[in-house]
């Protein structure tokens, strides 16, 4: 069963920094995509940076120069790291590992954490 745990939510004022972190268990042959994924109160889940396997990042727009994310693949764990946060940051923060393969040949899946809850106060 694999399984992702997230870590590093809190509350913190506007301006300050906070790093998350996803760490995968479980039988994992291969996986590709590592991304981070924020639910706002009363919206939709939206994804926020993304990280290939061979590490490119990619983010939204108002992720874009603030937040960086990373990924150590020994250790099978993607990290989000947001400076300058701002209230519109709020949200639960979930993490997303596209493409696991168990082995060779089982059929690649998706898996996602249960959340972290990140609080910016203004």
């Known amino acids: 069963q694999v399984q992702l745990m997230e870590s590093g939510g809190g509350l913190v004022q506007a301006g300050g920094s906070l790093r998350l972190s996803c760490a995968a268990s479980?039988?994992?042959?291969?996986?590709?995509?590592m991304g981070w994924y924020r639910q706002a109160p009363g919206k939709q889940r939206e994804l926020v940076a993304v990280i290939t396997s061979g590490g490119t990042p990619n983010y939204v727009d108002s992720a874009e120069g603030r937040f960086t994310i990373s990924r150590d693949n020994a250790k099978r764990t993607v990290y989000l790291q947001m400076n300058s946060l701002k209230p519109e940051d709020t949200g639960v923060y979930y993490c997303n590992a596209d493409g696991v393969r168990t082995s060779l040949f089982a059929s690649p899946k998706a898996y996602w954490g249960k959340g972290t809850l990140v609080t910016v106060s203004s």
């Open positions: 479980g039988i994992i042959f291969s996986f590709n995509d």
